[in-house]
């Protein structure tokens, strides 16, 4: 080894020269998107690998369950050992995979509904430092993601991306103390500034003590920001303390409430109404379309024939009594004062509602009294 | 001066003789062409095109015939170029070190005390130098640096012609061995 240093030593100072001077280049140049290159560079060499690891353990878990039981066929005696452990196992990856399917199909349906252009995306990472509250996701600039661009879930926002590199990007969670974001409370309408506190729960800043926010309350974000469109879900009031000059709330956020797997970053955000009552949180059923060929009209599809009322008292009254005037050629509203009334205690054949003589003309054909 | 011989390549490193120079001399000299570089072409901007750092870093590579000197030395002065410009400090170094490293690898194979060696190889190593950075600046700024390559032909030729004058002034400036 030190002949060989001592044989190679004038390339490898300077190689070693080069690559300090690249290091040092790296660290003070930024790109396009003010980003250091040395980020850009370490994003770029790590993320892949990232994304990798990511892929692999998606697809291990089925190879090795498939490898132990193919193991099991020939070695019987261990399989029905194993037996009870190895369904459990199925069990809670049965489990997983059901809840990721629901989870899929949640951002499925909550991409194709909201009216903001968005782009589906995996986080892959989390940023390095022992009390980070970056996460990394598999996508960048090159599905058009841009730093400053505002990532969420079905259940409420997420974060904001901080960097955006050609295959993945960072993201600054909701509840690093570097986050902030304008809020706007469900009841009230009292504005607040979001902040996060590098704990699970958020905090709502600049809420002048006089305005009403109750514990209960759902938060929305008011799209003053310019990052977060306005009425998106951000989370529950928890706590609401009474301090001058003001208020202090703690708000659960919601947005990471089913834990971070799958995000939406919103390439295009769109501001909508805050709604009148509170996100559902449950899972919400969403039946097959019908199909479009073979919906048949139903047999009878006009309105109920006038010989079979259905309504009140008073239809079925006034039914009978057209039945009586039509049997005597009395028509009602032309009779002059004085005239001959028609007879109210004519007995119709049948029962009342059926047409004695001719058929029922149709709805509003006959004038009333 | 004293040029060796009728032949140009060495036929052992033995036969290049490795010039030594007071150490105020390694100094002050590629100070001096740094206070150039930066001081002269505000008062005579014709002379702007002079790139005497480099010319001062060849000189060195070549007579001195150290590869791990030359390298270090065109990473020093670089970096002082990088410091003085509004480049990030390390891009001209880099081009600097390439530049100085190569320079003394050729010293160590050719008769650098020759003239006509000194002209084409100050040339090449304007255009490389040149060259180098050009691509520095794309490929790590990502700038849009033109190339100009007829302007940059003829000034690497002023720059070898001075740079041979040069050479010449300061192997008086060598060590008595």
Partial sequence: MESFLNRYRSITILLLAILAQLVLVAFQVKNDRDVRMIRVWTVTAVTPVARMVEALRGGSSGLIRNYVLLHDAHEENRRLQEEVGRLKLDNNFLKNELNMADRAKVLAVFQSHTPSRTVAATVIGIGAGTNSKVVFVDRGTASGVERGMAVVTPDGIVGKVIAAYPMASAVLLITDPDFAAGVVSQKGQVRGTLKGQGTPTCKVDYVPFEEKVEPGEWLYTSGDDRIFPRGFPVGLVKVVRSAQPFKEILVDPSGMARGLQDVLILLEGVHQAIPDAPPVNQPVFIGPPPPADTVKPPDNPGPPPSGAPAGTEADKLRAQYKEIGDAQGHKFGEGTPGSKAPDFNLKLPGPVGTPASKPAGPPGGASHP | ?177
């Avoid at chain 2, 033995?14 to 001399?25: C, K, L, T, Y």
């Avoid at chain 2, 849009?144 to 002034?169: D, P, Y």
């Fill in chain 2, 1 to 177: 001066m004293s040029y060796s011989g009728g032949h140009i390549l060495l036929s052992s490193q033995r036969e290049g003789q490795i010039s030594r120079f007071p150490a105020w001399v390694m100094l002050m000299v590629p100070l001096a062409a740094i206070l150039f570089q930066v001081y002269v072409p505000l008062f005579f901007q014709f002379l702007s095109f002079l790139e005497m750092p480099l010319l001062v870093v060849v000189y060195f590579a070549l007579t001195r015939r150290s590869q791990v000197g030359g390298l270090l030395l065109g990473a020093l002065v670089g970096l002082a170029q990088d410091s003085l410009s509004k480049n990030p400090p390390g891009l001209l170094g880099i081009v600097n070190t390439l530049v100085g490293y190569f320079a003394a690898s050729v010293g160590l194979r050719l008769d650098v005390d020759h003239p006509l060696i000194r002209l084409p190889l100050t040339f090449f190593f304007f255009l490389f130098h040149q060259l180098f950075y050009w691509l520095m600046v794309r490929a790590l700024l990502g700038q849009q640096l033109a190339f100009e390559a007829q302007k940059t032909l003829v000034l690497g030729l002023l720059n070898a012609v001075v740079g041979v004058s040069l050479f010449h002034f300061l192997d008086k400036l060598r060590k008595a061995t």
